[in-house]
């Protein structure tokens, strides 16, 4: 029986997002095309006997009980009925508030570790809906493939896209989701395109204007990235990215940001390197 695991968290970003309406519970209701990336943090669990959940690096100004990750946990420990507990550790390397899914991806690994790790047998299906009540972004790292993705995030379709390095970029500053979709000026009726239709001519980002108007920084490492490769805003950012044909390329942009950029250089996949590392099928 397995007693410990170390566990990818990869990001993602949107190639493309369209907000096409909002439900009465005040979700929105949106397209978008996840591509997940070879890049992210690192997740330690360890188990205990005793059913008892220790976050052992806790994130300063958040519970440990409002931590995706512990809820994660307390969520397939209701759910499997499990009297197993675990001790959790992450090493971050995916900044907060900066649309990379860096939060559903800790939740996600700890969903899908635990349940390897308990041997509580749930499928990726029941882990994804127990995702879903944690966050939109969390059922496609579940899932673990790139895919095209309607309803609220979580109607998802595999699709292969073409092998892409990318530099992400982390202004100095952090995104508040709730603030940018709740704004008054978002655009939240955008007609719905087709798959075809992306990938033949590409899509902008919904939230791209407004984040701009409202976050300086934002609009500033859009015009420094725009130079070198299309530039696109991420989720609702604060991170960007701009794609390359390889890894060269991608790490020479890299290295010309100002010190008040920060980021990193990552490879797309189309699967997850947690799945890939746990065999997951």
């Given at each position: 029986?397995?007693?410990?695991?170390?566990?990818?968290?990869?990001?993602?970003?949107n190639?493309?997002?369209r907000?096409?309406?909002?439900r009465?519970?005040?979700y929105?209701?949106?397209q978008?095309?996840?591509?997940?990336?070879?890049?992210?943090?690192?997740?330690?669990l360890?188990?205990?006997?005793?059913?008892q959940l220790?976050?052992l690096?806790?994130?300063?100004?958040?519970?440990?009980?409002?931590?995706?990750i512990?809820?994660?946990a307390?969520?397939?420990?209701q759910?499997?009925?499990?009297?197993?507990g675990?001790?959790?550790?992450?090493?971050?390397?995916?900044p907060?508030?900066?649309g990379?899914?860096?939060?559903?991806?800790n939740?996600?690994?700890?969903?899908?570790?635990?349940?390897?790790?308990?041997?509580?047998?749930?499928?990726?299906t029941?882990?994804?809906?127990?995702?879903?009540?944690?966050?939109?972004?969390?059922?496609?790292?579940?899932?673990?493939?790139t895919?095209?993705?309607?309803g609220?995030?979580?109607?998802?379709?595999?699709v292969?896209?073409p092998?892409?390095?990318?530099?992400?970029?982390?202004?100095?500053?952090?995104?508040s989701?709730?603030?940018?979709?709740?704004h008054?000026?978002?655009?939240?009726h955008?007609?719905?395109?087709?798959?075809?239709?992306?990938?033949?001519?590409?899509?902008?980002n919904s939230?791209?204007?407004l984040?701009?108007?409202?976050?300086?920084?934002?609009?500033?490492?859009?015009?420094?990235?725009?130079?070198?490769?299309?530039a696109?805003?991420?989720?609702?950012?604060?991170?960007?990215?701009?794609?390359?044909?390889?890894?060269a390329?991608?790490?020479?942009?890299?290295?010309?940001?100002?010190?008040?950029?920060?980021?990193?250089?990552?490879?797309?996949?189309?699967?997850?390197?947690?799945?890939?590392?746990l065999q997951?099928?």
């Amino acid at each position: 029986m397995l007693n410990s695991l170390n566990l990818p968290c990869p990001a993602k970003i949107n190639l493309f997002l369209r907000i096409t309406g909002r439900r009465a519970d005040g979700y929105h209701l949106l397209q978008t095309l996840f591509q997940l990336l070879d890049f992210g943090d690192t997740l330690t669990l360890q188990n205990r006997n005793d059913g008892q959940l220790k976050l052992l690096t806790p994130i300063h100004g958040v519970a440990d009980e409002d931590n995706l990750i512990i809820r994660a946990a307390r969520a397939i420990q209701q759910r499997s009925g499990s009297t197993q507990g675990a001790d959790i550790s992450i090493s971050k390397k995916l900044p907060m508030g900066g649309g990379i899914g860096g939060g559903s991806s800790n939740a996600a690994s700890t969903l899908i570790g635990l349940n390897a790790l308990w041997n509580t047998k749930l499928t990726l299906t029941e882990l994804s809906e127990l995702g879903l009540k944690l966050g939109a972004d969390v059922p496609v790292f579940v899932q673990g493939q790139t895919a095209w993705a309607e309803g609220v995030g979580e109607q998802l379709q595999a699709v292969k896209t073409p092998e892409r390095w990318f530099v992400v970029i982390k202004p100095p500053c952090e995104v508040s989701t709730a603030e940018i979709f709740s704004h008054q000026q978002l655009t939240r009726h955008d007609s719905p395109i087709k798959i075809a239709a992306f990938l033949e001519g590409g899509s902008p980002n919904s939230c791209e204007p407004l984040v701009r108007k409202l976050y300086p920084e934002v609009d500033k490492a859009l015009i420094w990235l725009n130079q070198f490769s299309p530039a696109k805003l991420t989720g609702t950012g604060a991170c960007i990215f701009a794609s390359f044909a390889d890894q060269a390329s991608a790490e020479a942009v890299f290295a010309q940001r100002s010190p008040q950029l920060s980021g990193f250089v990552a490879r797309g996949v189309q699967r997850s390197p947690l799945h890939e590392q746990l065999q997951i099928d």
